[in-house]
């Protein structure tokens, strides 16, 4: 089962979603509604958002705040994982706001383990409502007609 797909498709009839170049795209207060759909579909799959900031000519993606939410046999340790992924050899090497975004967008759940997946996209809505107020400081751009901030879901 395609859980992006099946929220993106449940999200869209409730909140109509946002169009830009036939492309769907939510916001988050959108994403709050998400965390009902998926309790009601009980389904526990991989699930990836990524924020993009829209305009009327142009859509850039801020992968950097991308949630990646990976269903795994067995847990690893995030921190472990940041190292293997960085190529360091201790966190000590990692600038902190960098161990802060990836203990936000990183997220590994056991299979069938709702409760982590609902509780790992509660925690990204919450880091994000945090984080647009700076996002759309560093996309400010005056000769641009901004829509937003709005994500994709896959």
Known sequence: MDLGKLCSEELQKLTGGHFLNEDLYFSLEDLKILLKIIENLNCVDDLVI????LAEDSTMEAYWCTLSIKIVDVVQDKNIVL??????????????QYIELWDNTYYEILKNDLSGLIKSLKRYIS???????SLREEYDMPDKKWQGIYYQIY
């Open 50 to 53: 990524s924020p993009f900031h």
């Open 83 to 96: 190292l293997s992924e960085t190529g360091k050899s201790n966190l000590a090497e990692i600038e902190e």
């Open 127 to 133: 880091f994000m409502e945090n984080r647009e107020v």
